[in-house]
């Protein structure tokens, strides 16, 4: 309605213009953290862990180490809202990513014996890597708000849709958002890969290796099964 010096002129409005999608809501969250307590293994050999670990510091070898996997599943639900004229607009109602950790293992070459101090060196090394892996469940946390913002505003921006399009158009935002958060966790994982390589130097294992003294297990022991 336009009105210039009390004159009125009314402009006829489409009907199917008129219906507008409601204001877009942050879904529900739903998130499951499945942890897994590290174990311990103290049945390889120097000899088995070098192997195991495809790579390394050169011109070092592998006393400990950690082995982490996890797995991620994604669930969303999508509801179609009817306008009244044939069209429907899409609305996040519930996202329920669930990460599970499948492996957390400790190694401790079988060579060391428990409680000397070159095992204790190597155990409190391999407790720095637990900590960060254990770490992941808040990293994840406190990356999901903006994962949530950028499908509200995804949404927000959506324009109403056909009822033959609806469900076409449901399944392909279920597979993109589902490739969205495994990108997340791949983003945060590989900022845990980099936690990890920052305790895992040549000149912390400088420090380590010199850690009980010049004729310790790393100078002697480990080297000769080495070899063996």
């Known amino acids: 309605m336009l009105c210039l010096v009390g ?14 999608c409601p204001v877009v809501s942050p879904p529900e969250i739903a998130f499951d953290f499945v942890p897994k307590s590290p174990q311990l293994d103290r049945n390889r050999s120097v000899k088995w862990l070098n192997r195991k670990a495809a790579s390394h510091a050169s011109g070092w070898f592998v006393t ?8 991620a599943k994604f669930e969303m639900r999508i509801e ?8 429907y607009c899409l609305l996040p109602a519930r996202i329920h990513p669930t990460v599970t950790v499948s492996e957390h293992l400790v190694y401790i070459a079988s060579e060391l014996d428990r409680g000397s101090c070159e095992y204790d060196v190597v155990y409190a090394h391999e407790g720095q890597h637990v900590a960060i892996n254990q770490h992941m469940e808040l990293d994840i ?4 708000p903006t994962f949530l913002d950028d499908v509200t ?7 109403p849709i056909s009822a033959r399009l609806a469900a076409s158009r449901i399944q392909n935002l279920l597979s993109r958002y589902g490739r969205d958060f495994k990108s997340l966790l791949a983003k945060i994982d590989n900022a845990r890969q980099r936690d990890h ?14 850690a009980c003294g010049p004729n310790s297990a790393f100078q002697t022991t480990l080297p000769a099964a080495m070899r063996r």
């Not at 002129?9 to 219906?19: D, E, I, K, L």
């Not at 400990?64 to 797995?71: D, E, F, K, N, P």
């Open 7 to 20: 004159i009125c002129t009314v402009f006829p409005v489409n009907p199917a213009q008129a219906a507008a």
């Open 64 to 71: 400990g180490l950690t082995s982490y996997a996890m797995q």
């Open 80 to 87: 179609p809202v009817a306008l009244g004229d044939g069209r």
């Open 141 to 144: 946390r406190n990356a999901l």
């Open 153 to 159: 505003r995804d949404f927000s921006r959506m324009q």
């Open 197 to 210: 390589a920052k305790i895992d130097t040549p000149a912390e294992y400088t420090r380590l290796s010199h």
